[in-house]
């Protein structure tokens, strides 16, 4: 069974960082996106960044280029990924949930950031930024 677990959320003030952690558990991941979307209240899920599992590139949303980095942790035993996020403005308070995609018939963009493309959700860590 797959099971993506999500930590790292909490309080920050603009301007400060956080790295959201997601470790991933069921299955083989290799070849296969990983991503990171968030939801704000009264909005719709929005996607953020996406990896694929093996390496290569990265991906991002336009308002998050230059100030998120997704990573894979370099030690392969805790099968994670990473999402840090440095310069936070109050508008990325949201809950932020990890996703791996079901499907690797389509590779890069614009395939990894499409909702369709995940089929395996976390349960959401919350990020609140005040200003």
């Known amino acids: 069974q797959v099971q993506l677990v999500e930590s790292g959320g909490g309080l920050v003030q603009a301007g400060g960082s956080l790295t959201l952690t997601c470790a991933a558990s069921g299955r083989t991941f290799t070849n296969y996106a990983m991503g990171w979307f968030r939801q704000a209240p009264g909005k719709e899920r929005e996607w953020v960044a996406a990896?694929?599992?093996?390496?290569?590139?990265?991906?991002?949303f336009d308002s998050v280029k230059g100030r998120f980095t997704i990573s894979r942790d370099r030690d392969n035993a805790k099968n994670t990924v990473l999402l840090q996020m440095n310069s936070l403005k109050p508008e990325d308070t949201a809950v932020y949930y990890c996703?791996?995609?079901?499907?690797?018939?389509?590779?890069?963009?614009?395939?990894?950031?499409?909702?369709?493309?995940?089929?395996?959700w976390g349960q959401g860590t919350q990020v609140t930024v005040s200003s």
């Open positions: 990896i694929r599992w093996s390496g290569g590139n990265s991906y991002y």
């Open positions: 996703a791996a995609a079901t499907t690797n018939d389509c590779v890069g963009w614009p395939c990894y950031g499409a909702l369709s493309q995940y089929g395996y």
